[in-house]
């Protein structure tokens, strides 16, 4: 094995370790101009590098963030923005030695959660990262697509110019996300977006809806040009990048809004709520197609007690939980939850699992049946399972909604 260190970045090493990342991602060397529009995005603050001498090999990156979780409550959280290793050191414990640090880490801070989005969804469940919240991929035809005569129809959208958009977006998202799964976005976040709409390049659109008690929803999109030499007509595609609503009638004003463009061949959105109810909307429901359901929002437990006691539960018999955590072994034990709250117990298991399962089952997303019927939870007492399901199911499916 190739002998390396493993420690904080400095300040000095930000945009060598940017540059890494990039190019594990396969992305083009950092230039100046680059550096200079986004390096602010990129703090030394919660980044561990792996390096051989001086020479980064490695890096796992983190922000400081909170999500909701069922039952409406906000938890402080890691987001996980930055793993990558040299292609010439893969494979040799570098990034398992990244992921151990960066963990202990977290906890260390206190944080009861880790979250991120997987480039390979192989790589984390092995570290105690479950997928806990799925998105659709939909397309809806245009002109074909109309929305039907009973869907709401209040208020107004106004389309805002990009200086506007840089302003008013981030304290309207602070404000309306409240969904199980959705992040905050503090203010490293918010620069890669502001140059989509105001930058030199910027090409993306917002527009606002807003309601009796003002503004309610927005949407970000960019315009995809789909004319050709064979088809030299053919309508552009509008590509939603980013659209939350407060409200089912700012929802549906978004969308009004959207299928109203001229000139438009079709509308599409990637990682959408598994739930939300476009297709029903729509005279003809055939006109909103689901292209692809994915992995969105993956989840770790770095604080189980903390983790389970800070949401809430439907009303069932409780279930005791225990749970293993190789990586963090001050988790492991029996957790009791019911309607009540979730604690350590002592009591036997009902239900046995994994860390990574738990961030399945957590947010909602998965049952317990389903995961019992998958393998990765096995009943001591069958009764439970159905108590699990009643316990930890949500009415709304859980949603991240924020790239990172």
């Not at 469940?125 to 002109?143: C, D, E, M, Q, W």
């Amino acid at each position: 094995m190739t002998a390396f260190d493993v420690r904080p970045v400095t300040e000095d090493e930000r945009r060598s370790t940017f540059d890494l990342l990039g190019r594990s991602l396969h992305s083009n060397r950092v230039s100046d101009e680059l550096w200079s529009r986004f390096g602010v995005s990129w703090p030394a603050a919660h980044k561990f590098g792996a390096f051989d001498g001086d020479t980064p090999i490695g890096i796992a990156s983190s922000f400081d963030t909170d999500i909701t979780v069922p039952g409406g409550g906000v938890l402080p959280a890691a987001a996980v923005d930055g793993v990558g290793v040299r292609a010439d050191r893969t494979r040799r414990g570098v990034l398992t030695e990244l992921m151990r640090v960066q963990l202990a880490d977290v906890a260390a801070r206190g944080l009861p959660l880790a979250v991120l989005h997987a480039s390979e969804p192989t790589i984390y469940g092995r570290f105690g990262y479950g997928s806990a919240a799925l998105g659709k991929t939909i397309r809806v035809a245009r002109p074909a697509a109309r929305l039907h005569d009973r869907v709401p129809l209040a208020g107004e959208v106004r389309m805002l110019t990009p200086d506007e958009a840089v302003k008013e977006i981030p304290g309207l998202y602070h404000r309306i996300a409240r969904r199980p799964g959705m992040i905050g976005r503090p203010p490293l976040w918010w620069p890669v977006m502001h140059d989509r709409l105001a930058g030199p390049d910027g090409d993306h659109v917002v527009a606002v809806h807003s309601g009796p008690d003002g503004d309610d929803g927005f949407v970000v999109y960019e315009t995809v040009s789909r004319r050709s030499l064979e088809a030299p007509d053919e309508g552009a595609v509008l590509q939603v990048r980013d659209l939350h609503a407060d409200s089912p009638v700012a929802r549906a004003g978004l969308w009004r809004f959207l299928l109203s463009v001229d000139l438009v061949s079709a509308v599409h959105a990637r990682h959408r709520p598994v739930d939300e109810p476009l297709s029903a909307m729509l005279t003809d429901h055939r006109h909103a197609a689901t292209l692809a359901v994915e992995d969105d929002l993956w989840l770790r437990p770095v604080d189980v007690a903390a983790a389970l006691a800070a949401r809430t539960y439907r009303a069932a018999d409780p279930v005791v939980l225990a749970v293993t955590d190789r990586l963090l072994p001050a988790n492991t034990g029996h957790y009791e939850v019911g309607p009540d709250g979730a604690r350590r117990t002592g009591a036997a298991a009902d239900l046995t699992l994994d860390v990574d399962t738990l961030g399945m089952l957590y947010l909602g997303e998965w049952s317990a049946t389903a995961l019992v019927q998958a393998g990765r939870v096995q009943a001591g007492d069958p009764a439970a399972v159905a108590r699990a399901d009643e316990l930890f199911t949500t009415i709304a499916a859980p949603w991240c909604g924020t790239h990172f």
